[in-house]
């Protein structure tokens, strides 16, 4: 009787525990890849990724052409927003509610905001922002009521304007701490990354920290070289690991869960990934810079 | 029925329990007896068992204790690999710190120690300058005729931790401490050397060699141009202000207001721009023994950041590199400040490789803008099939070049 017990038991383990940890790695799926093509012609250093959840729009900096893709919701190529003399290298890009877009352009230190109507191109307004002359923007986010956040990688601080770019405040400051992502959530948490610590952090809408975990090592939950994070609708934190060509993903309390993709050449795998940006619907959009395209999963 | 089956394994129970008492007790004396008789046949351990300082395990006859009597995959039949075998006893030596002396990093204790016994104390294999400059050569270590007194007579420890420390150059207190703990800043003849500067508490191993030089003042042989001139209020403010080594511009840009080229790099797509005076980092601002004012070998100042390149790097399974990434030229193809192509190379994959490999350039598997990598879609470079930070396969490769590297495209093959 027992022996039937124990073989009834296994035999549901032997069902149960690979279909639990197939079904974690199959929840996430390659939708398809954006990269060089006939339309496009041959993409360069992919500096940012952006989903208008307004007009449902994906766009594309492609930094070493000065240009910026459209896509349409099903990920048909639009069209090229290509300024020339205007924008030298883009790489973090959005678009606020006015449909302006704001685009981090390193070789001017400063963030361009283009008014595509207006047929109008400026820099961001830093006249109020404290230490301006040292400026030097890094990535940057939106909030769900449109505040715009800027990592300003000269003063280790996180800057606030609102959705009329009129500067705000400034949120974090943290003096021995260089942020090299960052993403706020539904909820208006938060989130920052730092490469060579290996660390990510939560803060409240005040600033105030609330969550730290992470670090960099050789376990299978420690990062080789973390370069961007995402939240997803469900509060999980997709975290880049640049040299490792995964991407780890962690519960609200920075538990480790489960990874994804790993290096190659062929849809799905990534190699030398810099950037993930997660929208409104959870479709991950990875940039994939060795393999010059942007990965789309979901 | 049943009460008989109970007794039968209570019977079975006491029976396995006494050959356990018996067998189990007697093991170790066993044990014992046989691991003395190692010596038997390894005679050169006979004089070293008796010396003072002999390894506690080996002295006890424990040697089951590091070795396996018949069989291992490690050589000398140990029973783990070195470093994890010393480790699971001496645990944290050298790990705890941020900084680990390199033979501590990848578990090669016997470098410095003998596992077994030592006329030296602390089992360590040479005395003092004997076993550091058996690495370190004192051509690398004293550039100059002068030598610092304890450089000079091997007292490495005196300021180097051997095993692992907070410290960049694993020195036993921070650099503000551990000169002025012997020499003093406050007489004379030193306040005029530093220009009337308030250099108590700061880095002197920024201007001078601890080890040697070629002047008495055991400075750095290159020189920051203002520093060379002493022109100090080049950077820093008047000796009398209130804050005399604070700096007359905010962060880099005192840097950046003469280095007007490499404040162009740092304009570019990737870049190393941080916050406050960033440049030090890498550089000393007033004079360094290094080409370029770098602060310390160029493959140390990378992988001070970059540590999971040099884990890769010096990963067991990594057998091919690129020659340059073996010797630590990393700026052989990467621009440490900034560039507008991929992993911040000096040029675009293929006009980077082909300035060395010059024959590639016209003979080669076909590559460049007009060819497709049909797995990626994007177009064929060198690191297509190349992966030079660290491969398991000759010449480097991503894959066996025999025949996985091939068929990953040509799979009709």
Not at chain 1, 145 to 173: C, T
Request: aromatic content about 8%; some cysteine; charged content about 25%.
């Amino acid at each position: 009787m027992i022996k039937k017990y124990i073989l009834v038991f296994n035999i549901f383990l032997l069902l149960i525990v690979p279909l639990k940890a197939y079904g974690k790695k199959d929840a996430i799926n390659i939708i398809t890849t954006l990269g060089s093509n006939q339309d496009i012609g041959i993409l360069g250093l992919i500096g940012g990724v952006f989903f208008d959840e307004i007009k449902k729009r994906l766009y594309i900096t492609d930094s070493s052409n000065c240009r910026i893709l459209s896509y349409d919701s099903e990920f048909n190529y639009l069209s090229a927003l290509h300024p020339k003399g205007d924008l030298k290298n883009p790489t973090s890009i959005l678009r606020i509610i006015d449909g302006r877009f704001l685009v981090v352009e390193p070789a001017k230190r400063n963030v361009v905001v283009i008014d595509v109507a207006q047929k109008l191109i400026n820099l961001l307004d830093l006249a109020e922002v404290p230490d301006s002359a040292a400026f030097n923007p890094g990535r940057m986010t939106i909030d769900p009521e449109g505040n715009i956040y800027i990592i300003d990688r000269a003063n280790n601080r996180i800057l606030v304007f609102n959705s009329n770019l009129k500067f705000n405040k400034e949120v974090i400051k943290e003096s021995k701490i260089r942020f090299n992502d960052i993403k706020v959530d539904r909820q208006g948490y938060i989130y920052t990354l730092s490469t060579l610590e290996g660390i990510v952090r939560k803060y409240d809408r005040s600033g105030k920290k609330i969550l730290e975990f992470g670090s960099r090592g050789k376990d299978r939950d420690e990062f080789s070289f973390p370069t961007s994070l995402a939240v997803d609708n469900k509060g999980l934190i997709y975290i880049v690991d640049q040299h490792k060509n995964k991407i780890f993903v962690f519960d609200k309390k920075g538990k480790f869960v489960f990874n994804f993709s790993g290096l190659g050449w062929i849809e799905g795998r990534l190699s030398m990934p810099s950037y993930i940006f997660i929208n409104s619907s959870d479709t991950i959009f990875i940039v994939d810079r060795n393999n010059s395209r942007v990965s789309i999963f979901k | 029925m049943w009460q008989k089956k109970k007794l039968l394994y209570i019977c079975i129970f006491l029976l396995l329990a006494l050959i356990y008492a018996v067998a189990g007790g007697a093991h170790p004396a066993t044990a014992k007896t046989s691991f003395k008789k190692c010596l038997e046949c390894h005679k050169d351990l006979q004089k070293e068992i008796k010396l003072k300082g002999a390894h506690a395990p080996f002295k006890n006859f424990n040697c089951g204790g590091c070795h396996n009597p018949h069989a291992s995959k490690h050589k000398s039949l140990v029973k783990r690999e070195i470093g994890s075998l010393c480790k699971s006893c001496h645990k944290g030596k050298g790990l705890k710190q941020k900084f680990s002396h390199d033979p501590v990093e990848k578990g090669n204790c016997l470098e410095c120690h003998d596992p077994h016994a030592s006329k030296d104390r602390n089992l360590l294999v040479a005395k003092g300058k004997g076993l550091c400059f058996k690495c370190h050569k004192a051509g690398s270590v004293f550039l100059g005729k002068i030598k610092h007194e304890p450089a000079r007579k091997g007292l490495c420890l005196k300021c180097h931790n051997p095993h692992g420390s907070d410290d960049f150059s694993l020195l036993r207190k921070n650099k503000e401490k551990i000169c002025i703990s012997c020499h003093s800043t406050e007489n004379a003849k030193t306040k005029k050397a530093h220009k009337f500067y308030p250099v108590s508490g700061t880095e002197c191993v920024s201007c001078h060699n601890p080890h040697g030089a070629k002047k008495d003042d055991l400075i750095k042989q290159n020189k920051h141009k203002p520093f060379a001139k002493g022109n100090c209020q080049k950077c820093h403010n008047s000796p009398e202000a209130r804050n005399p080594l604070g700096l007359n511009k905010k962060g880099s840009l005192v840097c950046l207001q003469c280095h007007k080229k490499v404040d162009e790099d740092f304009n570019k797509i990737n870049n190393h721009f941080f916050d406050g005076v960033f440049c030090i980092n890498c550089h000393n601002p007033h004079a360094s023994d290094q080409s370029g004012m770098k602060k310390g070998v160029l493959k140390k100042i990378c992988f001070n950041c970059h540590q999971d390149t040099k884990w890769r790097m010096s990963d067991k399974k990594t057998k091919f590199l690129h020659p340059e990434a073996k010797k630590g030229n990393c700026n052989s193809c990467h621009d440490p400040h900034g560039s507008n192509f991929r992993l911040l190379l000096v040029n675009n994959e293929f006009e980077l490789c082909t300035s060395c490999h010059k024959r590639h350039a016209s003979f080669s598997h076909p590559v460049g803008v007009n060819t497709i990598d049909p797995r990626s879609k994007r177009d064929i470079s060198c690191i297509t099939c190349h992966a030079l930070m660290a491969s398991k396969h000759e010449f480097a490769l991503q894959f066996d070049g025999k025949k996985e590297l091939c068929i990953q495209c040509h799979i009709s093959y």
